[in-house]
């Protein structure tokens, strides 16, 4: 269904809507389409439906004759573990090993040891969570206190590798069983051993320290997005979640500014407002308040990813109402990508939006990529056939900047069909926008391997952005992919974070191998920040897919001088091995270190787990600035716009490059530009050039350490006085309830 034909749906249902509820707002009537959808997802033909199909083959399974059937037990079994009855799974699957007549006996071994290790994990990691549960290398309170699930899986894992040694899929596993169980490596057999997975790497970093669950916000779900940003404007940052299903709802924690968090949701009018694989904070209108941008449908298929996005305006009194009907931005395509820029430079934010279509999609159907201008007065209107932006492909990713300093927002896309897109804003004037396509004299076309993740950002400081996508393709369990990276015997380019350094005159250089970035880290989520406030952009990856053997650990990589990247997962024990999302790096306690918030969790019930708050425990006395941008000719958000920071260090001036925006393609950091200085002990000078207007202020002479609000046209900025907080432990950190029903 093209887009024209499935916007006149969206219209046909919401006209059938409004004469049914005539006196419904905007914002109830969305609520309503989404319980609408949530029903029509509840279906058997849905890939992503487990309970709809453990309902059906419960019925099969109850007609007389076929209580035994092989295959509908093997269905089952494989179910269970996806609506979370780990138990259920067990003992199905152990009724089928006990008949020796059942053929399938070998292939299914590998299905048996992951729900035995899925077990393990719900009554340790979840049921009796504390913040060394799934750290990655696993040790300390990290090892199970109920030794069953990772047991038997020992003795499923040898079973497989007794017969098939080169199966490096249940190396891996195997080896992380016996971590679970404070056996590693000590105890694992020789022949089947992956050396050195407890192994520090060789830049080290003081340990983090998750905290989510004694503040509260360790929210047990699905996989979906974050934002951390200030929603009522009193200076201090607040965090709002999302999870992919339509029928997991939204939270938003208030800051009480005293180090704790309460969850207002229900307060704020976001009950109801259930989905959202990824979210973004903007603001539309310029109204100064963040509004929230609510992405739905991605990785669905058959019809089901035919979901609505919305816009929730944020209506200044700690409330927000959904005006996605009334702003002209209805559409049902799936989506998770999406980026916020000023595309002509009048003032006003816009919005591009890269949909999904499928691997084998017909060349004149599918989802097409949108781009929805600001009308100023709280409406859009779409052009993407017109600015030549009306992309067709398996979108995962897309981000805007200024990459060729020509004063105009332009657009990379990752994609899961392997081709990348640059697309050049050509500065058209009037108002209008217009895109060339510019991948292939970039020099970014080479790599035709699918991606994810994906961002600007100047990682060398040298002035240009630079172009960070993730490599996504694969054919295995991401379990495989580890452990052949483990036994030395790593596949070419899997999982690889690519990164293209710019050249300044309109082409890139892949510089992936001498950064120290082919390494396996399949990313879904990340975001970048700067942990030790050196002045150069670290990165935080959340890695997983839908299947519960791509059981690896999320990745933290810290910037070596803009040189290279080193790897310290290990160290920094921010390496979860639950699947990882929506990423945001944040100065929560106005310390200026800059804390992690991950959303967890996969795509099935079976496979939730809680987000982490990953507390950074100060890794340097190194210096830092804070800057609050505002617009005034340039949008209010100044998004887009660009900061440099000059100063001089131990003797040698140097600069750091920032653009305001919130960061990676999934999971937003704060608009507020957080950004390290070195031993610099005063600020040469703050040159800000403002978006779409492309005038520069200069601050000369500014103190470290601080936090300023800087309003276009003021040579003045303004400091902001903010307490700094402390986060405390508590003994018994309460849980957020599982989503599914706890193990008897």
């Given at each position: 269904?093209?887009?024209?034909?499935?916007?006149?749906?969206?219209?046909?249902?919401?006209?059938?809507?409004?004469?049914?509820?005539?006196?419904?707002?905007?914002?109830?009537?969305?609520?309503?389409?989404?319980?609408?959808?949530?029903?029509?997802?509840?279906?058997?033909?849905?890939?992503?439906?487990?309970?709809?199909?453990?309902?059906?083959?419960?019925?099969?399974?109850?007609?007389?004759?076929?209580?035994?059937?092989?295959?509908?037990?093997?269905?089952?079994?494989?179910?269970?573990?996806?609506?979370?009855?780990?138990?259920?799974?067990?003992?199905?699957?152990?009724?089928?090993?006990?008949?020796?007549?059942?053929?399938?006996?070998?292939?299914?071994?590998?299905?048996?040891?992951?729900?035995?290790?899925?077990?393990?994990?719900?009554?340790?990691?979840m049921l009796n969570h504390n913040g060394s549960s799934c750290i990655f290398p696993i040790k300390d309170g990290g090892i199970h206190l109920q030794k069953t699930g990772s047991t038997k899986a020992i003795e499923t894992y040898e079973?497989?590798?007794?017969?098939?040694?080169?199966?490096?899929?249940?190396?891996?596993?195997?080896?992380?069983?016996?971590?679970?169980?404070?056996?590693?490596?000590?105890?694992?057999?020789?022949?089947?051993?992956?050396?050195?997975?407890?192994?520090?790497?060789?830049?080290?970093?003081?340990?983090?320290?998750?905290?989510?669950?004694?503040?509260?916000?360790?929210?047990?779900?699905?996989?979906?997005?974050?934002?951390?940003?200030?929603?009522?404007?009193?200076?201090?940052?607040?965090?709002?979640?999302?999870?992919?299903?339509?029928?997991?709802?939204?939270?938003?924690?208030?800051?009480?500014?005293?180090?704790?968090?309460?969850?207002?949701?229900?307060?704020?009018?976001?009950?109801?407002?259930?989905?959202?694989?990824?979210?973004?904070?903007?603001?539309?209108?310029?109204?100064?308040?963040?509004?929230?941008?609510?992405?739905?449908?991605?990785?669905?298929?058959?019809?089901?990813?035919?979901?609505?996005?919305?816009?929730?305006?944020?209506?200044?009194?700690?409330?927000?109402?959904?005006?996605?009907?009334?702003?002209?931005?209805?559409?049902?395509?799936?989506?998770?990508?999406?980026?916020?820029?000023?595309?002509?430079?009048?003032?006003?934010?816009?919005?591009?939006?890269?949909?999904?279509?499928?691997?084998?999609?017909?060349?004149?159907?599918?989802?097409?990529?949108?781009?929805?201008?600001?009308?100023?007065?709280?409406?859009?209107?779409?052009?993407?056939?017109?600015?030549?932006?009306?992309?067709?492909?398996?979108?995962?990713?897309?981000?805007?900047?200024?990459?060729?300093?020509?004063?105009?927002?332009?657009?990379?896309?990752?994609?899961?069909?392997?081709?990348?897109?640059?697309?050049?804003?050509?500065?058209?004037?009037?108002?209008?926008?217009?895109?060339?396509?510019?991948?292939?004299?970039?020099?970014?076309?080479?790599?035709?391997?699918?991606?994810?993740?994906?961002?600007?950002?100047?990682?060398?400081?040298?002035?240009?952005?630079?172009?960070?996508?993730?490599?996504?393709?694969?054919?295995?369990?991401?379990?495989?992919?580890?452990?052949?990276?483990?036994?030395?015997?790593?596949?070419?380019?899997?999982?690889?974070?690519?990164?293209?350094?710019?050249?300044?005159?309109?082409?890139?250089?892949?510089?992936?191998?001498?950064?120290?970035?082919?390494?396996?880290?399949?990313?879904?989520?990340?975001?970048?920040?700067?942990?030790?406030?050196?002045?150069?952009?670290?990165?935080?990856?959340?890695?997983?897919?839908?299947?519960?053997?791509?059981?690896?650990?999320?990745?933290?990589?810290?910037?070596?001088?803009?040189?290279?990247?080193?790897?310290?997962?290990?160290?920094?024990?921010?390496?979860?091995?639950?699947?990882?999302?929506?990423?945001?790096?944040?100065?929560?306690?106005?310390?200026g270190n800059q804390d992690i918030f991950i959303e967890m969790g996969g795509a099935y019930v079976g496979d939730s787990y809680t987000s982490s708050l990953y507390v950074n425990p100060g890794l340097s006395n190194n210096n830092f600035?804070?800057?609050?941008?505002?617009?005034?000719?340039?949008?209010?958000?100044?998004?887009?716009?660009?900061?440099?920071?000059?100063?001089?260090?131990?003797?040698?001036?140097?600069?750091?490059?920032?653009?305001?925006?919130?960061?990676?393609?999934?999971?937003?950091?704060?608009?507020?530009?957080?950004?390290?200085?070195?031993?610099?002990?005063?600020?040469?000078?703050?040159?800000?050039?403002?978006?779409?207007?492309?005038?520069?202020?200069?601050?000369?002479?500014?103190?470290?350490?601080?936090?300023?609000?800087?309003?276009?046209?003021?040579?003045?900025?303004?400091?902001?006085?903010?307490?700094?907080?402390?986060?405390?432990?508590?003994?018994?950190?309460?849980?957020?309830?599982?989503?599914?029903?706890?193990?008897?």
């Amino acid at each position: 269904m093209n887009r024209r034909k499935i916007t006149r749906a969206a219209a046909a249902f919401f006209g059938f809507l409004s004469i049914c509820s005539c006196h419904k707002s905007s914002h109830q009537q969305m609520v309503d389409l989404l319980a609408e959808l949530t029903k029509k997802g509840n279906s058997f033909s849905n890939p992503f439906s487990p309970e709809s199909k453990m309902a059906r083959c419960d019925s099969m399974l109850k007609i007389p004759g076929n209580e035994h059937n092989m295959m509908l037990l093997n269905l089952k079994a494989s179910l269970a573990l996806k609506v979370g009855q780990e138990e259920q799974s067990v003992k199905t699957y152990q009724e089928l090993i006990n008949k020796t007549d059942f053929m399938g006996l070998d292939a299914l071994m590998p299905d048996v040891g992951i729900a035995y290790m899925r077990v393990g994990e719900r009554t340790n990691c979840m049921l009796n969570h504390n913040g060394s549960s799934c750290i990655f290398p696993i040790k300390d309170g990290g090892i199970h206190l109920q030794k069953t699930g990772s047991t038997k899986a020992i003795e499923t894992y040898e079973t497989i590798l007794t017969t098939h040694p080169d199966d490096l899929e249940s190396k891996w596993l195997l080896n992380i069983a016996f971590m679970t169980l404070g056996g590693y490596p000590n105890n694992v057999p020789k022949q089947f051993l992956i050396p050195g997975l407890d192994a520090d790497t060789a830049f080290k970093v003081k340990p983090f320290t998750d905290m989510a669950a004694d503040l509260g916000l360790n929210i047990n779900g699905k996989a979906g997005g974050v934002i951390v940003d200030d929603f009522n404007n009193d200076g201090y940052l607040d965090i709002v979640t999302s999870g992919w299903g339509l029928g997991d709802p939204m939270h938003y924690f208030q800051n009480n500014k005293d180090g704790t968090f309460s969850d207002l949701t229900e307060q704020s009018g976001l009950k109801g407002i259930t989905g959202g694989l990824n979210i973004q904070q903007t603001d539309y209108n310029n109204d100064g308040n963040m509004d929230i941008f609510v992405l739905r449908g991605a990785w669905n298929t058959q019809g089901f990813g035919d979901q609505p996005s919305s816009l929730l305006r944020n209506n200044g009194d700690g409330t927000f109402t959904d005006v996605t009907i009334q702003s002209g931005l209805l559409f049902l395509q799936p989506t998770q990508a999406a980026v916020w820029a000023d595309f002509n430079n009048d003032g006003w934010l816009d919005v591009f939006i890269g949909t999904e279509n499928s691997l084998h999609m017909d060349a004149d159907g599918g989802h097409t990529c949108m781009l929805y201008l600001n009308n100023h007065d709280g409406t859009f209107t779409e052009v993407a056939q017109k600015a030549h932006c009306d992309i067709k492909s398996y979108v995962k990713g897309v981000t805007a900047a200024d990459y060729n300093h020509d004063g105009w927002q332009d657009i990379f896309i990752s994609t899961f069909s392997g081709q990348k897109y640059l697309l050049k804003n050509k500065g058209k004037s009037g108002g209008g926008v217009d895109f060339e396509d510019v991948t292939a004299k970039s020099g970014i076309d080479k790599n035709k391997r699918g991606t994810f993740t994906t961002w600007f950002f100047d990682y060398n400081n040298d002035g240009w952005a630079d172009i960070l996508v993730s490599d996504y393709h694969f054919t295995k369990s991401l379990a495989y992919y580890a452990g052949a990276e483990g036994m030395g015997k790593p596949e070419p380019n899997a999982g690889n974070v690519y990164l293209y350094r710019n050249n300044h005159n309109g082409t890139f250089t892949d510089v992936t191998k001498e950064t120290g970035l082919n390494k396996v880290v399949y990313s879904m989520g990340g975001n970048f920040g700067d942990i030790d406030n050196d002045g150069y952009p670290d990165m935080y990856f959340g890695t997983g897919n839908p299947d519960f053997k791509s059981l690896v650990p999320n990745k933290l990589f810290k910037n070596i001088d803009g040189k290279r990247f080193a790897d310290v997962t290990t160290s920094s024990r921010t390496g979860n091995l639950q699947k990882g999302h929506g990423v945001a790096l944040a100065d929560l306690r106005n310390t200026g270190n800059q804390d992690i918030f991950i959303e967890m969790g996969g795509a099935y019930v079976g496979d939730s787990y809680t987000s982490s708050l990953y507390v950074n425990p100060g890794l340097s006395n190194n210096n830092f600035i804070s800057l609050k941008l505002e617009g005034v000719k340039a949008n209010k958000a100044a998004i887009g716009s660009n900061i440099k920071v000059t100063f001089t260090e131990n003797g040698v001036k140097r600069s750091v490059y920032k653009d305001v925006n919130s960061g990676g393609s999934f999971g937003s950091n704060p608009l507020r530009q957080e950004l390290g200085i070195g031993q610099a002990k005063i600020i040469d000078d703050i040159e800000i050039r403002w978006a779409g207007s492309n005038t520069i202020q200069h601050f000369k002479n500014v103190a470290p350490n601080q936090f300023l609000h800087i309003t276009e046209g003021n040579n003045i900025a303004e400091v902001i006085h903010l307490k700094k907080l402390t986060f405390k432990h508590k003994a018994n950190a309460p849980m957020c309830m599982p989503m599914v029903t706890a193990l008897k």
